[in-house]
């Protein structure tokens, strides 16, 4: 394997720092969702709030991925696997969401709000 | 044989097979996983209706949340281990690693647990009462006292019964001979003994039960061995075998019977249009119907019996559809009778929700707060009437408060104007929860109401029965007629908690996939261990990386179901 005994001493510290990272990640994430002295924009959740959120999210998950399972120093052929699949997805939702979003010219649907598929006034 | 492997790394891709192999997989469970998500955002993006905010109890996701970093972290210092050949320090942090897993478990089915025991009902003006349903108590026994196991009545297999459920005077009952549920026929049965009563075919069961019969013919009465089907005969389960036998026979005959005749007439028809092909002359072909005189037998699929005296039947709601006169039962089993009074009780109402009565309200141009206060329930309870108005208080303090800390927007020549930069949520205004309910009845303000849940209560709910002694939830019993919706905390409730269950769900049998793995690992790896512990060490690696994905999930499913 990639990593000799050695490695793996160095590393140990590391994997517990790290974790201790996601935890204190874990707390401030709860923090900032039910104390109101950290909630920024409107009273209550809304989208500031939502995207605080996941970059916390993300950057724990970042991470994971990164030092847990390795991929800060992974091959490419791994990362095309990985981070393919990431677009892939996105891709699908991003169809969806180019769908979702357009409005519905069809007479058949007098009260289809423009922009919003399904949803009328 | 043995399925050759391979341990060392492959000249192409520089990556042992396995790591390859994982990865792999671990990219289509993107898909899987990034498939639901996105599902969830287009649903809480295009929802018309209040999305469920902050409907879940947190303390159990982030409890949860713990645990799994914790395993995550476990899970890698066990592979150092193998790594560096200490079996013992392996054992030990796969140990845990699963022991984290079962936590993760055991904490989610308290979850589901208290989650599908917990009752929510819409009621036809669009207001939504939570809580717990009581359960059938002997007669004469107080409700809000001391309730002792014996004080319950139980159902035939020994239950207690919840009080929602529909009766219905049944004076007459018409089986479905074929889809007739055993189980109901047997409850309506002895039912029917218990108040002395006796269940007996209304009229003659006359068939046609062999060939030869003459138009003018009557059918005779039908004969089961020597016993003749009249009016009064009693009814057993046997006989609605018997009677669906007799059914079935009759169809499989007359099946028969039908095919020969559309057999000859489509050759008859052949003949008659020698020059046509089939589909030309097809709507021409048909049964003639004197051939099926005196061939065809007679077709029972419903048999009527009487009830005598009328009895009062007992259904669940969700097995029966109630009429005033006639219901039906899903087996399509027929009850006659008149529909009683069916309220559904609850023992404890723990939450109130106005937003969807108040969106209607919005969208009507109507004062939202005038409709809540002429809805059903403020105008039928006094407890409930009295704790919304101890609510409207209360958030028109944290308005007050709001503004006091906050202020009010500026316009663009930095003045004043009269919108507050902070305003309450639409769920804090128009939805009561049960801290609310307990703080009001421990006098305390609504902004006390997260700290006086003990740690418990924040996992599995408020504990009712110590809560009795403050009277914190009222109860409430509902007619019939102001149930529209009602189900458990489940999927049916709505959409938001359709996906809660699918997602947590799918990544809870991962939890557990994942856990068998590794356990695989802990308990049969002492061999490979000892012949070949560089392919131990890979694979504890490679079943490490699924668990980190799964941990990956949950830290995105934390937040976006519980947080947000």
């Known amino acids: ?121 | 044989m043995e399925i050759p492997y391979v341990y060392t790394p492959r000249k192409d891709t520089g990556l042992v097979n396995s790591k390859i192999a994982i990865w792999l997989f671990l990219a289509s469970e993107v898909m899987l996983f990034g498939g639901f998500f996105s599902a969830y955002v287009f649903l809480r993006i295009g929802a018309d209706y209040p999305w469920p905010e902050r409907a879940l109890p947190v303390i159990p996701g982030l409890v949860n949340t713990f645990v799994l970093i914790a395993s995550s972290v476990t899970v890698v210092f066990a592979w150092a281990s193998l790594k560096l050949r200490q079996w013992r320090r392996f054992q030990f942090f796969m140990a845990f690693t699963i022991a984290c897993a079962g936590i993760f478990m055991v904490l989610k089915g308290v979850e589901y647990y208290v989650k599908f025991n917990h009752q929510a009902l819409r009621m036809p003006d669009g207001a939504i009462v939570e809580g717990h349903l009581g359960k059938e108590l002997k007669p004469g026994v107080n409700p809000h006292g001391e309730i002792k196991p014996e004080d319950y009545v139980l159902d035939r297999k020994g239950s207690q019964i919840e009080e929602n459920r529909i009766f219905v005077e049944a004076d007459a009952v018409t089986f479905n001979t074929v889809r007739f549920e055993k189980g109901w026929a047997k409850d309506i049965l002895d039912e029917a003994k218990e108040h002395n009563a006796h269940i007996t075919l209304k009229d003659d069961l006359k068939l046609f039960t062999k060939t030869g019969w003459k138009p003018e013919d009557q059918p005779p009465i039908a004969k089961i061995g020597d016993k003749e089907l009249k009016a009064g005969t009693e009814l057993t389960l046997d006989l609605l075998e018997q009677i669906k036998s007799l059914y079935l026979d009759a169809r499989a005959h007359n099946a028969k019977v039908r095919t020969e005749a559309l057999r000859d007439a489509w050759t008859e028809a052949k003949k008659s249009h020698p020059q046509e092909s089939d589909w030309e002359y097809s709507d021409k072909v048909d049964i003639d119907p004197a051939r099926l005189v005196g061939t065809i037998l007679t077709e029972v699929p419903e048999a009527t019996f009487k009830i005598e005296p009328a009895v009062k039947l007992e259904f669940k709601p969700l097995d029966i559809k109630a009429g005033a006169t006639q219901s039906q039962l899903r087996d399509g089993t027929k009850i006659d009778g008149r529909l009683e009074e069916s309220p559904m009780v609850f023992h404890y109402v723990d939450a109130l929700d106005f937003r969807y009565l108040a969106m209607k309200a919005k969208e009507k141009g109507q004062d939202p707060m005038a409709l809540i206060e002429s809805s059903w329930v403020i105008t039928h309870s006094p407890e409930l009437k009295e704790a919304w108005e101890w609510h409207k208080g209360q958030i028109k303090l944290l308005e007050e408060r709001l503004i006091k800390d906050y202020g009010f927007e500026k316009d663009k020549a930095g003045k004043d104007t009269t919108t507050p930069k902070r305003e309450p949520t639409f769920t804090e205004r128009y939805r009561i929860e049960w801290k609310d309910f307990a703080a009001k009845s421990e006098g305390k303000p609504r902004t006390e109401r997260e700290d006086m849940p003990t740690f418990v209560e924040q996992i599995r709910g408020p504990n009712y029965e110590e809560r009795e002694k403050t009277k914190s939830f009222p109860s409430l019993e509902v007619p019939r007629e102001q149930v529209q919706f009602a189900s458990k905390f489940a999927p049916a409730w709505s959409t938001y908690y359709a996906i809660y269950f699918t997602m947590t769900g799918l990544h809870g049998l991962h939890v557990i996939g994942g856990a068998l793995v590794l356990s695989y690992y802990l308990f049969f790896g002492r061999k490979m261990y000892l012949t070949n512990p560089e392919w131990l060490a890979n694979r504890v690696e490679v079943g490490g990386l699924f668990w980190h994905f799964v941990d990956l999930v949950w830290i995105f499913l934390f937040p976006l179901l519980y947080l947000m």
């Open chain 1, 1 to 121: 394997m990639a990593d000799s005994p050695e490695d793996i001493r160095k590393k140990t510290k590391l994997y517990l720092l790290i974790g201790g990272v996601l935890f204190l990640g874990t707390i401030l994430t709860y923090l900032v969702a039910t104390r109101e002295w950290l909630d920024f924009g409107k009273h209550g959740f809304d989208t500031v709030d939502c995207l605080i959120g996941f970059t916390i999210a993300s950057v724990k998950a970042t991470l994971v991925a990164a030092i847990f399972m390795h991929l800060n120093h992974e091959k490419k052929a791994v990362y095309w696997i990985f981070f393919g699949s990431f677009a892939t997805a996105a891709s699908l939702a991003g169809l969806t969401a180019l769908a979702y979003f357009s409005p519905i010219h069809d007479k058949f649907f007098p009260n289809a709000k423009a922009g919003y598929v399904g949803q009328h006034d």
